[in-house]
């Protein structure tokens, strides 16, 4: 779900201008801008970052050697060990460019109460934030399937909502993949606001603001479950399967848990996203230098690197 960056649509046509009053007819702006809603990159949050180099293609290409069958026969005497060939998985993952641009006229900029557009800054940080967590959620759904009290998309109902016995099961199947832990010893879950009423009312809930000062709390990190750090997004990905598919139409929010290694995210050097600043720029858009341009761009990917590793729970709201 990309987004595309709007093209600059010149003088004529800008995102701020000061329109026209009546006579007479006086409106009063407080000087006080309303909070705004602020997506913090949540569903990045241990992942394997990595900077590609430049001038060396957009595609990267991985290689895992795939697991060898355990030995449980004896080796006869004076016999060499069982040949095994070694098998490869080739993960490829591609780069690509993503940002967004607001303009504003000249006068509009000079007169209007965001001094400095530092609002406007701020907005466009937050689109920018926000669809680098959508494009790395959207990534994580594919992720190993897992549905509420262990059913399957047909047999789906508003009452599997996320509970601990849900997370004990998410927890074993990633112990059984043989997962890697975080260095802390933890596994990484990520929720939504709908999920995460019904997760934090277990007896046993660990609440973030009582950890030890030893531990580093992740962006968005709320508390622990049986041996699972979770992370709340404000940002929510759900969905329902086609009625061809599946006889149950419930609504399914995702909820994820990971180990360590279990994907990556991907930007390149030399264009990682980021903002940029054009205060009433003179170029050949704009020759008499009236319009000011705020715009974030850069590439990046995010690809799962083991679906095993990383459990793409479905649940229902409460």
Request: glycine residues 10%.
């Amino acid at each position: 779900m990309g987004v595309v960056g709007a093209g600059i649509s010149g003088a004529t046509n800008p995102n701020l201008s000061t329109g026209t009053l009546a006579p007479g007819v006086k409106t009063y702006y407080e000087k006080v801008f309303l909070a705004r809603a602020t997506y913090p990159l949540v569903f990045k949050e241990g992942a394997q970052m990595r900077t590609h180099p430049v001038n060396e293609g957009r595609t990267v290409n991985f290689t895992r050697h795939n697991a060898i069958g355990v030995v449980t026969t004896p080796i006869g005497e004076m016999s060499n060990p069982v040949t095994c060939p070694i098998n490869l998985s080739t993960i490829s993952m591609t780069l690509s460019e993503y940002g967004m641009t607001t303009n504003t006229s000249r006068i509009g900029s000079l007169v209007s109460i965001d001094e400095g557009m530092k609002e406007t800054v701020g907005a466009m940080g937050d689109n920018m934030g926000q669809t680098l967590n959508a494009l790395t959620g959207a990534e994580l759904q594919n992720g190993t399937s897992f549905f509420g009290n262990d059913h399957h998309v047909a047999s789906f109902t508003a009452g599997d909502t996320l509970d601990a016995c849900d997370i004990r099961l998410m927890v074993r199947t990633l112990e059984l993949a043989y997962t890697p832990r975080y260095a802390d010893g933890f596994y990484l879950g990520k929720t939504d606001p709908y999920s995460k009423s019904t997760l934090i009312a277990d007896t046993t809930w660990v609440n973030g603001k009582t950890y030890s000062d030893i531990k580093d709390l992740y962006k968005g990190e709320i508390g622990e479950l049986y041996g699972v750090r979770w992370l709340l997004s404000p940002y929510v990905l759900s969905g329902t399967e086609a009625a061809s598919t599946a006889s149950s139409t419930v609504t399914r929010f995702y909820s994820f848990v990971h180990g360590k290694e279990a994907f990556g995210c991907y930007d390149l050097e030399k264009d990682k996203p980021k903002l940029y600043i054009l205060p009433n720029q003179v170029d050949s858009n704009s020759p008499a230098g009236r319009i000011s341009i705020v715009s974030w761009a850069g590439s990046y990917a995010t690809k799962l690197l083991n679906s095993g590793w990383i459990i793409a729970g479905r649940f229902a709201a409460v």
